[in-house]
């Protein structure tokens, strides 16, 4: 469907992409990935159109109607509702709505049977297109994806322009996954998103039968939506054939061959300088010195780049807390207001425990940030009270934690201010603890990534020596790695931790309770993220089961026409017809499979064979045996078999599910 051939792309004299080639076949689900400032977003504007290539080209075919999410979202009218604004936003259906309705105006007027059959003709192939462009259901899906995104049904009439940016790209958003596009360009839609969001775009996207394209530090939304990745760094893209858990693996071996090549690379052009720097005077090995200076030059023109994400990943070492008392913070029946009239929280109550881990989670709009104001004591509560226990140090950081850093001063300098009676020494080895080395501490904070920024935030935390960690989206500027990075750090963490945030992956790892806001109020689960999900379908499962036996229909089905109380009993004509839709459709997949599992088993056993061949000749060796390269050969092998056998086993088991059906 897409395919990048040799595409170069320079923003001045940086190269933001360099030689690119890589392919996306139809109905891929594609993970892209890299450190922020990478290139991803140019791979889309390149896609849509909006950026043209400095060299190479980008192929699409079939010309397939592809959806985007936009960073600035569409102009509304004042009048325009939220409901207007999103089904306006499907290209072409308010056109082709219009176009039936002018036809079917025209049908009505028209007297001459020739001309009524012309324009039964033009409105049947409008109707036709239309009924593609799923305009029949078109609003009942947009309402869908617009509860599903969080806002309530009185917000469907509300203006849209009375909305604030987050909830704007939410409706942008919802606009997109009612379209029904071909191929769906999703650039990191979960960071507008509240964790129940994230959850539901998940399972809506499970069901997308197009392709996907998904710029994402997600690793929730990537491990279960994608299986393939594309990783952009240092002006590459790499596709890797597997998914989020599979690219993870590979990419480490990968750098630790380039990181080899790179050390081998480094090592010849120093001694090929050492000969230059020595002998490039003398005349009799002028012409030597010239040679080895022009090797020097193809070295440098083809130099082994590590990718950014290796340079500059850091990391984050939380020192020990000071002791506290049993608990962090009670709230006691505490209520709070902005404006004095309406409550964002009402009669709240509930205790976080020394050493607890909890997870704060809700619909934006409705309280968690200033639950973690009252908890970190910068919000005082208009009833009730907010008590912290014995000897208990807060260090909070805010959403708002980059925009606090000073851009201007020095990574050492905003460490300083944050505690100025520091030592040097203290405060040098903390940043270097950090991750910050001699040369970092005298950037400039306002070049710092996302994830160096975070480091900093935590540092200047950390020198007040905190023990209740409030930490709100910590995670919304940090890649992949940082991201793995501050669970570790949270893991190892033995003081307490409140934490808002909308990585399902990460609120998994770093969360032993949830406390859950929603219009109901507040309520709070002692397990962990994956317990919370178990409990609340539970909940809803009994819900749903209360509702039917009020209406009298089991399994939630009303007025059953058969007398068992169930649907109405099929033919066995229909039945044989679904069966063989079911089969047809599967069927594709089943090739698929099949072939998957005989290609792995083929291939594991001639690599197996190579590898008994090369373990015989290390047992015995021949006169000149390259017992490097051999033992070198023999991991290689080793590996490529590890990763067929994984192949093999995910193609036979899914082969037999569908046997067992």
């Not at 010309?63 to 102009?75: E, M």
């Not at 925009?403 to 030592?423: C, F, G, H, M, W």
């Not at 710092?448 to 020198?463: H, N, T």
């Not at 089991?554 to 063989?580: F, L, T, Y």
Request: glycine content about 8%; aromatic content about 8%.
């Amino acid at each position: 469907m897409l395919d990048f051939r040799n595409v170069s792309v320079h923003y001045g004299i940086q190269d933001v992409l360099a030689d690119v080639s890589f392919r996306v076949n139809r109905l891929e689900r594609i993970g892209v990935v890299g450190p922020n400032g990478s290139g991803k977003s140019t791979l889309f504007k390149l896609i849509l159109g909006e950026l043209s290539p400095d060299r190479g080209e980008v192929v699409i075919e079939e010309k397939p109607r592809i959806g985007s999410t936009r960073q600035n979202p569409r102009p509304a009218t004042p009048d325009e509702t939220l409901l207007e604004y999103a089904v306006r936003g499907v290209s072409g259906f308010r056109e082709l709505e219009a176009e039936i309705h002018s036809l079917e105006g025209q049908l009505e007027a028209a007297q001459d049977s020739g001309e009524k059959k012309r324009i039964l003709a033009r409105l049947g192939e409008a109707e036709s297109r239309f009924d593609h462009l799923g305009g029949y259901d078109l609003e009942t899906r947009v309402k869908v994806s617009l509860g599903g995104l969080g806002f309530s049904q009185e917000q469907f009439d509300q203006p849209f322009a009375a909305l604030s940016g987050g909830w704007r790209m939410r409706a942008e958003l919802s606009r997109v996954l009612a379209s029904k596009p071909d191929l769906l360009l999703l650039d990191e839609p979960s960071n507008y998103l509240d964790l129940p969001a994230v959850d539901w775009l998940q399972r809506f996207l499970k069901l997308y039968d197009g392709t996907l394209m998904l710029i994402s530090h997600d690793r929730y939304l990537l491990r279960t939506l994608t299986s393939r990745i594309v990783e952009v760094d240092c002006g590459t893209a790499t596709r890797y054939e597997g998914g989020l858990d599979w690219y993870l693996e590979e990419r480490e071996t990968r750098y630790r061959h380039l990181l080899a090549a790179k050390e081998n690379q480094d090592r010849h052009r120093e001694q090929l300088q050492r000969f230059v720097d020595r002998f490039r005077a003398q005349a009799t090995k002028a012409a030597q010195a010239q040679s080895r200076q022009k090797l020097i030059d193809k070295i440098d023109a083809g130099r082994i780049v590590l990718p950014k994400r290796a340079t500059t990943s850091g990391r984050i070492r939380l020192p020990e807390p000071p002791p506290c008392g049993v608990e962090a913070v009670r709230f006691e029946n505490v209520s709070f207001s902005y404006d004095g009239g309406r409550d964002v929280l009402h009669d709240v109550s509930f205790t976080v425990p020394r050493g607890a881990k909890i997870a704060v989670i809700g619909y934006n709009g409705l309280g968690k940030t200033t639950l973690m104001r009252l908890a970190a004591g910068t919000r005082k509560p208009t009833a009730g009270r907010v008590v912290h226990g014995h000897n208990v140090v807060t260090g909070y950081l805010s959403q708002e934690f980059a925009e606090t850093i000073p851009a201007d001063l020095s990574v050492y300098r905003n460490a300083k201010n944050a505690k100025p009676d520091v030592q040097e020494n203290i405060l040098r080895s903390q940043l270097g603890a950090f991750g910050f080395s001699e040369e970092d501490i005298e950037k400039p904070s306002g070049v710092l990534s996302g994830g160096e920024k975070i480091r900093l935030a935590f540092l200047r935390i950390f020198l007040s020596a905190p023990n209740f960690l409030l930490l709100d989206e910590p995670t919304t500027h940090l890649d992949l790695d940082g991201r793995r990075l501050l669970q570790e750090a949270l893991a190892k963490y033995t003081g307490t931790v409140l934490l808002v945030s909308h990585d399902i992956e990460f609120v998994r790892a770093a969360a032993d309770g949830i406390i859950e806001i929603t219009r109901r109020g507040v309520r709070t689960f002692p397990g962990g993220y994956d317990y919370y999900r178990e409990k609340t379908a539970g909940e809803a499962q009994s819900a749903a089961q209360d509702a039917d036996a009020r209406t009298g229909a089991p399994d939630g089905r009303k007025n059953a026409p058969d007398g068992d109380g169930g649907q109405p009993r099929m033919s066995q004509k229909d039945a044989r017809r679904i069966r063989a839709a079911e089969r047809a459709k599967t069927a594709p997949r089943l090739r698929e499979l099949k072939k998957a599992v005989e290609t792995a088993e083929k291939k594991i056993e001639e690599l197996q064979a190579a590898l008994d061949a090369a373990s015989a000749e290390l047992f015995n060796p021949a006169p000149g045996t390259d017992f490097a390269e051999l033992n070198r050969k023999v991991r290689t092998l080793q590996f490529e078999i590890d990763r067929y056998t994984q192949d093999w086993e995910a193609a036979a088991t899914e082969l037999e599910e569908f046997s067992s059906r």
